[in-house]
């Protein structure tokens, strides 16, 4: 195994545990200026997700949420959290590393439904295809 392998198969460890057991905002790096929250208080999804560089939603055909692909880590590596399937992966050249997590101590599931469920009902309504002219 690579030095990059290693350190790639590390971060994706340390996502997974960094769901398990919740970061504090003081790991964060997160003032808590809330008035409600401490330093050693777990950070919420809401606050975790606002440093999230993408999300992608995933639906059955019926477009109920299944879970979300959250983009944590761009260009050197790739890291995405999948909550449907409950892990974490890495991608970094051609190295490419998995960590499942059993616990989502931060709720981010359920922040990511609640974000879907409000973005569709305040979405505008569709257009519809018929006008369209194809050259």
């Known amino acids: 195994m690579n030095d990059e392998q290693k350190r790639l198969n590390e971060m994706v460890q340390e996502i997974a545990n960094n769901l398990v057991n919740g970061i504090t905002y003081k790991e964060a790096g997160i ?5 409600w929250n401490d330093d050693e208080d777990i950070i ?18 019926s477009g109920h ?9 761009f260009g050197g590596p790739n890291i995405w959290i999948d909550t449907q399937h409950d892990i974490v ?6 190295d490419y590393a998995k960590a499942d997590f059993d616990n989502d101590a931060m709720a981010i599931h359920e922040a990511l439904s609640e974000m879907f469920y409000s973005n569709i009902s305040s979405a505008p309504p569709r257009q519809k295809y018929a006008n369209i002219k194809l050259a």
Not at 31 to 35: A, E, T
Not at 65 to 73: A, N, Q
């Open 44 to 61: 919420s999804a809401w606050a975790y997700l606002e440093d999230a560089l993408d999300i992608q939603y995933v639906l059955d055909s």
């Open 65 to 73: 949420f299944l879970g979300g692909r959250v983009l944590v880590s």
């Open 31 to 35: 003032d808590p200026c809330d008035g």
């Open 89 to 94: 992966e890495g991608f970094w050249w051609g």
